[in-house]
């Protein structure tokens, strides 16, 4: 190279600060300016603590979400279980069970029948049927079944008769209950004043299964009236489910009051659920249940049957004992 030459321009050092520096600088303050081996480790640490610091912050927020949403699904549960328990527990349709129109067990009679009215009655045959529940029905005869189950407070041998109601349950409750007692509530008792009867031959029971209450047991209670209970507790042997999806229970009640006439307000029914237990009343669409018995000394009973003569006058004993 002459003297003449231009040396070329000396490198100038490169800068001690760059982009990454200006980071660390700005994440990691307490990193900046040490050995990068220092450095490195500082950055490691720290960012670490950061991760673990994230973590448990989302996992701090999964759990209070966590928690709150199980607050308010039991406040929401808690709502929906007070409406559901609000307002009665089941609704009860009531309806009297009767026989079709001419076929009754039975028909009482409050009077008894003239030696005119017994001689139409006597002289009736078969073809005359029709002319029968004319005759009763001008008479304000009253139509009953036998009572499924005597009671025991009744003497001889008389029929004991009964009458009875449909009761159709039905409950919109999400949660279940059930029925496990069913009482006469407001009891009033007076002698029958029925002394005259009709008796049907060959009509039997019913065949319904449901229960009696036997009203000259002292506290009577519901008593069952199919076959293989007959006579034993209703409640011992059955209970009625309603609510949470069941099926509307179907009950057919009958009472029989021996020689008395009774009127009670309602029937009591006992209901357990999961706030403990409860009752409420059957009432029958504001007017009190009645029923109907046959007087302990009756004057007259007559017997029908599916031939000729169509009526035969019984012969009734001083015990109560019909002789047809």
Known sequence: MSETDTPPPERQPVASSSLADDVIATVVPEAAGLERRARNRRIAVSLACGTVLTVLAALGARSADWLFAEHDAQVASEADDKID?????????????????????AT??????????????LGMGVADIGNLWSFMKARHGRD???????????????????????????SDRQAGLVVNDLRVKGLRCTPARAVAAIDFVGQGGSGYEGMLFDLTRPDPVALAISEENLGKPFFAHRKIDL??????????????????????????????????????????????????????????????????????????SAQGDPAC
């Open 144 to 170: 009953v079944f036998y009572a499924a189950v005597r009671p025991a407070a009744m003497k001889g041998s008389s029929p004991a008769y009964s009458e009875a109601w449909l009761v159709d349950l039905l």
């Open 108 to 121: 009482l009679f409050d009077k008894p029948f003239s030696t005119e009215e017994k001689r139409t009655l």
């Open 243 to 316: 609510g949470n999806g069941a099926t509307p229970g179907g009950l057919r009640i009958a009472v029989t009051s021996g020689t008395q006439d009774c009127t009670w307000k309602s029937f009591e029914a006992t209901y357990v659920d999961s706030e403990g237990t409860h009752t409420q009343e059957i009432t029958n669409n504001g007017k009190d249940f009645t029923v109907h018995g046959i007087a302990e000394h009756s004057e007259q009973m007559f017997e029908v049957s599916p031939r000729d003569p169509l009526v035969t006058e019984c012969t009734v």
């Open 85 to 105: 328990h609000a307002g009665p527990a089941f609704t009860a349709s009531v309806r009297a069970d009767a026989w079709d129109p001419g076929d009754p067990d």
